[in-house]
């Protein structure tokens, strides 16, 4: 079992799983609010803060879910409170995911109060028919309000997700949605190519014919957008994300970069002291475990060199900064599959979808649009 180094700073990622309604595309673990539940998350949410390594410095914060907007300002607050005094210091960076319709002033002025950093808004369309389509309950409009509210609360960062290869949707559509988007000036945007999960209603859809995947048009919307946000000032720093100077999301990167992190909250997953695993995504199950201190762990995994080092070199592919083999060797220098990897890597070179110097490797322009395929590949070492 490998126990990655305990003198840095780790991520903690908190998941809120309720949901006033599910999109068609989402396959998160969510639950509809009740009274009941949401005293009981809470209260389990503080057993499970309390057993937080007093001796860790947790450097990024990331609240995600379901909605997390959806609590209550009350609510917010106590979960806040009861996070941070749990903590040796604040974190650096606190990222908190709101939907539009969930963006009220009150909600804002507790968050800020608390010291979140970013806000973090799941916009996905401006345009009023894909967003029906997605199953998305705000409008434009909302949007709109709610991006006044964030903008007047002043959070030193923002992000917007944009989602693009919607069934239906034109490139012309596309560049409108992100034009709009920088137009009111986030120092972050997240891209996402449209998904089919499993056990969503899109997948559904897919199955019954009703809705298809048009490959080569993915491709055309993933270079146009990329073209387009580098003229409009938002820098690639990683295959979906895009920022401002100084402005890149430190817990996604610190993720990616295979270093520890620990989940909260239902369905959370962790990668903490050796392991990998995930609380039950059952907030029934969830609440029984931490209640009853069992503290239940679902897919574990045992962590070893070659496994961090395989992830690691995947993961930080998709970053434009790529990846250094000297440097992660030193770091896993237990690996054993290093030198499978490097020769994956020099194939790779030869095919024209990565490029080399010394041993620190990046993406192509035609490597990034393979990226999944790629890494896929590289599962196999």
């Known amino acids: 079992m490998k126990s990655l180094d305990s003198s840095r700073p780790i991520g903690l990622y908190c998941h809120i799983p309720f949901c006033a309604s ?85 909600k804002l002025k507790v968050l800020r109060e608390l010291g979140v950093t970013r806000v973090s808004m799941g916009v996905q369309s401006f345009n009023p028919k ?5 199953g998305r309950l705000h409008s434009p409009k909302q949007v709109y309000t709610a991006w006044e509210r964030v903008e007047a609360a002043g959070f030193p960062q923002t992000n917007l997700d944009l989602i693009f290869a919607i069934p239906g949707q034109s490139i012309e559509q596309w560049e409108a949605d992100i034009r709009e988007a920088t137009r009111l000036g986030p120092s972050h945007l997240s891209t996402y190519c449209l998904t089919f999960e499993e056990d969503t209603a899109l997948y559904v859809k897919l199955s019954q014919g009703k809705v298809s995947i ?25 295959i979906s994300n895009f920022a401002k100077p100084d402005a890149e999301c430190r817990h996604n990167m610190n993720t990616w ?34 209640e009853s201190a069992t503290s239940p762990r679902t897919e574990r995994i045992a962590l070893d060199d070659n496994l961090l080092l395989a992830d690691a070199v995947i993961f930080g592919l998709r970053m434009n900064s790529g990846v250094d083999l000297k440097t992660l060797n030193l770091r896993f220098a237990h690996a054993t599959n290093r030198i499978d990897l490097e020769t994956k890597l020099k194939f790779f070179e030869k095919e024209g979808l990565l490029k080399s110097e010394n041993t620190h490797y990046k993406l192509t322009h035609q490597g990034r649009l393979l990226c999944d395929s790629l890494g896929s590949n590289l599962l196999d070492v």
């Not at 490959?215 to 993933?222: A, C, G, N, Q, V």
């Not at 995930?278 to 609440?287: H, N, V, Y």
Request: proline share 5%.
């Open 22 to 106: 599910t999109c068609d595309f989402c396959a998160f673990y969510q639950e509809k609010p009740r009274r009941y539940d949401l005293d009981r998350y809470l209260q389990a949410m503080n057993l499970e803060f309390a057993q937080l390594p007093r001796n860790r410095v947790f450097d990024t914060i990331f609240w995600g879910g379901g909605t997390p907007g959806l609590l209550s300002a009350k609510y917010l607050e106590r979960l806040g409170c009861s996070l941070l005094k749990n903590l040796s210091k604040p974190p650096i960076e606190w990222t908190v995911e709101m939907a539009p319709s969930s963006v009220k002033s009150d």
């Open 257 to 290: 970069r295979m270093h520890e992190w620990i989940g909260c909250g239902p369905s959370s997953a962790s990668q903490y002291n050796g392991e990998r695993y995930q609380r039950p995504a059952d907030l029934e199950e969830w609440c029984l475990g931490m």
């Open 130 to 134: 894909l967003l029906e389509s997605l």
């Open 214 to 238: 048009d490959e080569e048009k993915e491709l055309s919307f993933y270079e146009r957008g990329w073209k387009l946000l580098a003229e409009l000032g938002y820098a690639q720093y990683e």
